[in-house]
């Protein structure tokens, strides 16, 4: 090879210079993952170079409430937040209701990402417009919050804010799981979506289950005389084969009574048809097997019956 360049009388500057552009053009052409180095691993968020992506115009827009039935879709989805929670691992979660276990909607902001906004707190008690993905953990739908443009604040004459489903009043508790509501002056029967509770004696039914004066007494003092959303399961049937009314039943603050009943240990998770919040409702049900609550606490179960 020597031979060749002496020969040839090829200075050994324009070959050093060769291996230098051939090295070169190869480290350009190698893929980024490849290319990176263990220093850039180093780097913190703030000095990585970051494209964000452009967000997806979203089709719909909806209050919080009605976020059960939009999982897989974009949407801006509307509604007050009640509090604000950043956990010790720096993740912060903003929360429309005060038990976000029993809330229909909820967002997330990673640790990794939290620099990006600069002081999450000021959107407790305020209106706020969340735009994103809406999809599901642990059965409840939430949008993670990648950038501070996905979030605002909105003024109370915004013409973003969606007018809120309609309140109707509950007139009667007839036990765990059924109600009766007064639906613009006619009284209709609703049976809480995903749930069961035990059954009472009755005139139709002179059967008592282990805990289902508790389980009524519960659900009236929650609901009597409220005045409640009534949300539609997307996965289930407008109504039963009964003609009632199939519903999630909301407070005005948030709070969905169909899952409070499970975690206090009122009722039982109804797993014998599929519904939109199926698996957070399996949670909250191990959660009040795990404490003894409710009819958890004796010796008798739902195996007993």
Not at 60 to 81: K, L, M, Q
Not at 122 to 147: A, D, F, M, S
Request: aromatic share 10%.
């Amino acid at each position: 090879m020597k031979d060749f360049f002496e020969k040839n009388k090829i200075p050994i500057t324009i070959i050093v210079a060769a291996f230098i552009i051939a090295g070169s053009i190869w480290l350009s052409n190698r893929p980024a993952s490849i290319r990176q180095s263990g220093s850039d691993r180093k780097l913190t968020p703030q000095q990585l170079p970051r494209t964000a992506e452009p967000l997806q115009q979203p089709a719909i827009r909806i209050d919080y409430t009605e976020a059960p039935n939009h999982v897989g879709e974009y949407a801006c989805v509307a509604g007050r937040v009640d509090h604000v929670y950043t956990s010790r691992k720096g993740t912060i979660f903003i929360n429309f209701c005060p038990d976000h276990k029993t809330c229909p909607f909820g967002a997330v902001i990673f640790g990794s990402d939290a620099y990006k906004f600069s002081n999450p707190n000021q959107y407790e008690g305020k209106t706020v417009e969340i735009t994103g993905l809406i999809k599901t953990y642990q059965g409840r739908p939430e949008i993670i919050l990648n950038e501070s443009a996905q979030i605002k604040i909105l003024s109370l004459n915004s013409s973003s804010i969606k007018e809120a489903p309609a309140l109707y009043r509950v007139v009667e508790v007839i036990d765990g799981d059924t109600i009766k509501v007064d639906i613009g002056g006619e009284i209709e029967t609703v049976r809480l979506i995903g749930i069961d509770t035990p059954e009472i004696a009755n005139p139709a039914n002179p059967r008592q289950d282990y805990f289902g004066p508790e389980a009524a007494r519960y659900a009236k003092q929650l609901l009597e005389k409220q005045s409640v959303y009534l949300i539609p399961d997307p996965m289930n049937s407008n109504r039963d084969k009964y003609n009632r009314l199939l519903r999630y039943v909301f407070l005005e603050d948030g709070t969905l009574i169909n899952a409070k009943l499970i975690k206090e240990g009122f009722a039982y998770n109804y797993m014998y048809e599929p519904f939109q919040f199926m698996k957070q409702f399996d949670y909250l049900e191990k959660q009040a097997k795990e404490n003894r609550l409710g009819l958890w606490s004796g010796e008798k179960t739902k195996a007993d019956k």
